[in-house]
């Protein structure tokens, strides 16, 4: 047995990943359940490291060193279970299965517990950013218990992308935390391509600004607070004219955002544990609604909008206004997203440290930001912190935009815009910081219709009033 680590399933992640390891001097066993694929890659990128191929998956396990590693890289799902079930078969006690796909991370507690049954240990981990990424440094988020990570991490430490020197991975929590958080990640990216979005839109009806000159408005948003990746981006593709039409490729992409699941998974998780990540569900539900055929069809041109023309008189302080907002229902969306991972953690007893989570989020991945810089700081100065949103600099940061924010929603909203994301997620800091909500009157409800029982702010104990009665209170015991 010659290779450090193996990896099975060589389509574009996987083999981008192979290439990857071997590029950081590390002999890598390559296998694929149809023997082409790792043909392909032997012929096409062989000479660039040290790749030990095999045919069977006996062959493949037989080539690592032990105790093993070997990185499963195939269709998440049922394809996963079975290159497990193969894997597990050939391996030894004390051998690692890395499963680096899309897992959805009740999976992957499930397949940790039958394999640790058997001595193995298994290691769901999520990594982000794509194939580019696979091959020069992806951000990786291993779960798995402490002492797979003692032998795993180095590896993938190595191959992970660096920012300042520092890699992005680190040991997330045990079993499914790693790919838990590798979802967040995904929904908050989710709420970040939305808000991103809202703010083209409001740029382009607000000001009527075309697609070129709002890639530059993006462009210069860039070397700010709201430097990151998916800004990056957004200029690129604003400023890029359909080759068929010579019109502003934007205008030219059908307006129906598709998913793959990892946003509606993290709402529903969301759901389960009882968090409002109110950022991420309109995020979602957005791109529901852009598919939403039918019911665009009935509405379009039937809804009357009773609005005017939106003129804008100071073009300058309006892009202002909205880069304001965006910054501000930005750190919203991250700030519930990682009001979600603090709930896991404590729900599977995970003991997930968040200030490290943005910290390897700052390269590699689709949600690489300047601004993580300040929640690893804001984690750092308070490990507990209740709410991102109340630590000092954010509270400065989102207060500064305050006022921006409340105009640029109330003109959406008189202009007949639709910002879901950034209305909600104005809604949500307004409600999270009230004094008093609304509440009272919905649990008063509840006990009207159905006994459900209410708390007093002014006496301890559980109360119901008699509705149906004298309207008496009773305490109940
Ligand atoms: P695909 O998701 O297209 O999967 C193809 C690979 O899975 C092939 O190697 C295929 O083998 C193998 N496979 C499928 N079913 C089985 C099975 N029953 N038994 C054995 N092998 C099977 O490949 P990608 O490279 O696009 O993605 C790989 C993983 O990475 C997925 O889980 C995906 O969700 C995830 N991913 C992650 C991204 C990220 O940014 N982190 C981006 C894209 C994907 P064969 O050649 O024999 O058909």
């Known amino acids: 047995a010659t290779a450090d680590v193996g990896v099975t399933g060589l389509a574009v992640m996987g083999a981008n990943l192979a290439r990857n390891l071997a590029r950081h001097d590390h002999t890598v066993a390559v296998h694929n359940r149809t023997y082409a694929r790792t043909e392909k890659l032997m012929s096409e990128y062989g000479d660039e490291g040290e790749f030990v191929p095999s045919e069977s998956v006996a062959d493949f396990v037989a080539s690592l060193k032990k105790p093993r590693v070997a990185i499963i890289m195939v269709k998440a799902g049922a394809g996963t279970d079975a290159v497990i079930e193969e894997l597990a078969a050939e391996m030894e006690p004390g051998d690692i299965i890395v499963d680096a796909g899309n897992a959805h991370f009740p999976d992957t507690i499930r397949r940790e517990k039958a394999l640790r049954e058997k001595d193995l240990h298994f290691v769901g981990t999520g990594v982000s950013g794509g194939e580019e990424g696979a091959l020069n440094g992806p951000s990786i988020m291993p779960g798995g218990t402490a002492e797979s990570y003692e032998r795993l991490g180095p590896i993938l430490e190595d191959i992970s992308a660096k920012v300042d020197g520092v890699p992005c991975c680190t040991h997330v929590g045990t079993d499914g ?6 979802m967040v990640h995904n929904g908050i990216e989710y709420a970040d391509m939305q808000l991103i979005a809202e703010a083209y839109d409001l740029l382009r009806k607000g000001l009527g600004a075309s697609a070129a000159e709002i890639a530059e408005i993006f462009s210069n948003w860039n070397t700010g607070d709201l430097e990151s990746y998916l800004i990056e981006i957004t200029a690129e593709v604003l400023a890029h004219v359909d ?15 598709e998913q793959k699941g990892t946003g509606r998974w993290t709402v529903q998780n969301g759901l389960d544990l009882g968090v409002p990540i109110t950022g991420i569900a309109e995020a979602t539900f957005a791109r529901s609604l852009s598919g939403s055929v039918p019911q665009r069809e009935a509405a379009h041109g039937t809804l009357p909008a009773h609005t005017a023309e939106w003129s ?8 202002e206004d909205v880069r304001k907002a965006l910054y501000a229902s930005k750190v919203v969306a991250y700030s519930q997203g990682f009001d979600q991972i603090a709930a896991a953690s404590a729900e599977h007893g995970w003991d997930i440290d968040r200030g490290a989570m943005a910290r390897i989020w700052r390269g590699g991945c689709i949600i690489r930001a300047r601004f993580l810089d300040r929640i ?3 984690y750092e100065r308070t490990p507990g912190l209740p709410l991102l949103l109340a630590d000092p600099y954010f509270t400065d940061a989102v207060g500064n935009g305050l006022e921006s924010w409340r105009r640029v929603v109330a003109g959406a909203a008189q202009n007949g815009v639709p910002t879901p994301a950034f209305s909600s997620s104005l809604a949500y800091y307004d409600a999270v ?4 909500l ?34 008496s209170e009773e305490k109940q015991d």
């Open 177 to 182: 935390a790693g790919h838990f958080v590798k």
């Open 243 to 257: 080759e068929r039409t010579g019109t502003a490729f934007v205008d030219v992409v059908l307006d129906q955002a």
């Open 312 to 319: 804008v008189q100071d073009r300058e302080s309006f892009v």
């Open 376 to 378: 690893t700081e804001a």
């Open 433 to 436: 910081r009230a004094e008093r």
């Open 438 to 471: 609304p509440a009272a009157l919905v649990q008063a409800q509840r006990d009207y219709f159905g006994a459900h029982t209410y708390h007093r702010v002014d006496a301890e104990g559980t109360f119901h009033t008699l509705w149906s009665q004298d309207r």
